[in-house]
C-alpha cells in the first residue's frame, strides 16, 4: 500500500484569500495544525501509513460482509473505551496503568470523551478551512498520480466529524467530572495535558466505523428498494472516499451497460454548469428571510443568533443561560445587529441544546446520535450548585449553524415548504432558462403553457389545472416535450446522490410515473387542440402528423443512470437542472 500519510502528501495551495483565522485557537497550540499549509488530518493522531494499512486489509476482508464488520466495530470501539476508563496514563511510568477508585474512573472517561470531542474539533477546524476559503487546489498523490478535488478531501472530513462526534456524545455523562474536563478544554491543550497518539487505536476506529456504516446505509437501503441480490459498495484503495457507491449499481448491469452509464454520467458532469444551481441556492437564501423559525424569528435572524453565540464561545467554553441572555440582551454590544428579546434567546438556545439528563436522551442507541450532531452543538450540565452551564466549542457551532442551512434541519415541513417554494417559482426560472438557451442555439421552440389556454383551469371546480412547467418543441427531432421540475429536499447523507439515483430510477421505482402520468395522458389525449393552439403561437411543426410526445423532467442532481423512464410507453428523460443546456442541445440528440 501506498505511503499515503507522509507529511505534505496532500498539499494544499490557496487560490484566494487565506483561511479565516477564527478558529485556529486548538490548531496554533502544541504542533496540531500544518503551518506549511498541508492538509492531512491522520497527522494529528499520528495515525500512520502502516495503520492504514491494516485498516484497510480488514475492510477489504469484510468487503462482502460489512454488517458483521460493523458489529464488531462498535464492540472494539466500547473495549477500547472500557480499558481508558479502567486505566490512565502515567508519565513517570510512560505507561497505562489501572485505576482504583470509581472516581478514578469517571474522570478518566471524561478525559478520553474529551479527547474524542477535540478529535471532532480539530477534523472540523479542516473543513472550515476548507469552506471559509474562495478556493483551493490540491493534489493526493500516489503512484498513479491522480488527482482529487477538494470536495472529496471535504466530505471525508465531514463524515468523520460526525462519527467522532455522534460517538462523544453517546459516551458523555452529564456530570461533574465532564463538564471540569469539557469546559476546560483549551486550557488543557495549553497545558500540553492531550497526546492524542496515546488514544490513536480508538480514534482510527472510529474512521474505520464512519466507512463500515456508510457501506451498510447504503446496502440497507438498496435492498429495501429492489429485489435484485445484495451488493455493498467497493473497497478503493483512497483514504479520502474509500467506498466506491456505485459498484451496487454496476452489479445490475452486464459491462457494456455499466460503461455506457458511467460515460453518459460522465459527460453530464462535465457539462455541468454550476450557475443554474446558484440559482436555487440564492432561491433558499432568500426564503430564509421572510420564513418563520418562531413567531417573532425569521429563520436569517436565527441564523444570525447562533453565530453570535459561536462568537461568544470563540473567548471561552462555558456559559450559564444568565451570561448568554445577558450579553445578547445587551443593547450596546457591537456584535449584536438587533435587539433580542429574552425569549428568543432562550428558544434558540433550547433548540441548540443537549441535556443528556433528559428522558429523550437516555438510553438512545448510537444511530439515534448522529441525527443530533448538528442540531445540538450545545452541552448541558448542572454545577455542584445545580445550575445549569453550557459548554460549547465555536467550531461546533459553526458546523451546526452551516449545516442547518445547508440541510433544512428543521421540522420536516419547513424542508418541503422550502421545495414547493422552489417548485413554485422556478417555473418561471425554468423558461426563461430555456428562451435562453433557444435564442442561443435555435434548436429548439420553448413555449409557456400558460399561453395554451388548454392548460389553464376552467371554472369548472372537477377539472383541475394540470400541472406542466413548460411545453418544448424540437424540430429537428419532431419531437413535443412535457417539461416538468421538481425537487429533492436537502438530506444529510453521504451516499446521497445513489439514494436519489435509487428513489427515481430504480426498477421499482414510480417517482417519475407518479409526476407524469397525469400530464402525458393529457397531452396524448389533448394533442390535435395543442397542436392547433401551438400553430396560433407561430409554430411550425416539421410533420405535424407524425410528431412525437416525450417528457422531461429536471431535478436538482446528476443521478447516477441513464437518464430514461419509460411511462406507458413514453420516454421520460431525467436531467440536473445544471445540464439543461448539454441535455438539450446534445444528450437527447446522441442517445
Sequence with gaps: MKSWVKKGIINLNLMGKIMKTNFNKISGNNGFFDFEEKLNFFDYFNINSTDLKDAFSVLRKYENNMLTLKRMMESQITTRLNFYINNSFNKIENKFVENKTNEEKKLSKALVVSVIFLAARLVSQEYITLTTSSEYAYEYENSSNKSFNFENYKKSLKSYYETLTAWAMYFMDSNIENLSILSRMDEYIKKNVYSMERYKDIILYLWLYTHVKNSCDLTKYKNDASELKAFFPKITENVLAPLNYEYIFDQQEYQEEAEIRKKIVSDLKIWKIKEYDNVIKNLIIKYYKTLNF????????????????????????????????????????????????????????????????????????????????????????????????????????????????????????????????????????????????????????????????????????????????????????????????????????????????????????????NLFSEPLNFVLKELKKIKKQLKKLELKFSDEKEVTVEGILFVNDILNAVPKVDVNGVNVYVSSISTMEHFTNSYIYKK
Design 294 to 513: 418562531s413567531e417573532t424569528l425569521v429563520f436569517n435572524d436565527y441564523f444570525n443568533l447562533i453565530d453570535i453565540i459561536k462568537d461568544m464561545f470563540l473567548k471561552k467554553n462555558f456559559y450559564s443561560l444568565d451570561d448568554i441572555t445577558s450579553n445578547l440582551l445587551n443593547p450596546n454590544s457591537a456584535a449584536v445587529p438587533r435587539i433580542y428579546s429574552s425569549e428568543e434567546v432562550e428558544l434558540t438556545v433550547k433548540n441548540l441544546e443537549f441535556d443528556k439528563n433528559a428522558i429523550d436522551f437516555n438510553y438512545k442507541a448510537i444511530e439515534q446520535y448522529y441525527n443530533l450532531i448538528y442540531k445540538k452543538p450545545l452541552l448541558s450540565f448542572l454545577n455542584k450548585n445545580q445550575s445549569k452551564i453550557l459548554v460549547a466549542y465555536p467550531e461546533f457551532i459553526w458546523m451546526a449553524n452551516h449545516m442547518q442551512k445547508k440541510y433544512n434541519l428543521f421540522d420536516s415541513n419547513i424542508s418541503k415548504k422550502i421545495c414547493a417554494m422552489l417548485k413554485e417559482e422556478y417555473f418561471l426560472t425554468l423558461n426563461q432558462q430555456l428562451k435562453k438557451i433557444e435564442r442561443r442555439f435555435r434548436n429548439l421552440k420553448v413555449f409557456n403553457p400558460n399561453d395554451l389556454s388548454i392548460f389553464k383551469a376552467t371554472d369548472d371546480k372537477t377539472q383541475n389545472k394540470i400541472e406542466v412547467n413548460s411545453i418544448v418543441y424540437d424540430p429537428s427531432l419532431n419531437k413535443l416535450f412535457v417539461v416538468l421540475v421538481n425537487f429533492y429536499p436537502p438530506e444529510n447523507i453521504d451516499w446521497l446522490n445513489e439514494k436519489r439515483t435509487i428513489d427515481t430510477l430504480s426498477e421499482n421505482s414510480n417517482y417519475v410515473a
